[in-house]
């Protein structure tokens, strides 16, 4: 289990509803492969995913599987997030 799992917050919203099936939201773990030059600075990059979920769920909003696929596969679509995104990660 992530570490928020046993957040009050996170158990406060656990189970809530999602308007697009009406189905009890269960969190799942996912593993993909981050260019990094050394395991901590992976950890450093996991870490700052679980907070800004965390941080998001404190303001009731609940980062599912779909909105994050629907962001990643439409980030360059709007001209001032991809500007932002692609000099963000120039190097």
């Given amino acids: ?11 406060k919203n656990h189970g809530k509803m999602t308007k697009e099936t009406q189905q009890p939201l ?3 773990p996912i593993t ?14 996991r870490m700052a995913i679980v907070a800004f979920i965390g941080q998001l769920r404190q303001y009731g909003r609940a980062v599912t599987g779909k909105k994050v696929a629907q962001a990643v596969t439409n980030w360059d679509s709007n001209p001032i997030v991809k500007n932002q995104i692609l000099k963000h990660f120039k190097e």
């Avoid at 289990?1 to 158990?11: A, D, E, I, R």
């Avoid at 993909?32 to 990059?45: G, V």
């Fill in 26 to 28: 269960k969190g799942f």
């Fill in 32 to 45: 993909f492969q981050l260019y990094a030059h050394s395991e901590e600075e992976a950890e450093e990059a």
């Fill in 1 to 11: 289990m992530l570490p928020y799992h046993g957040s009050p917050t996170f158990k």
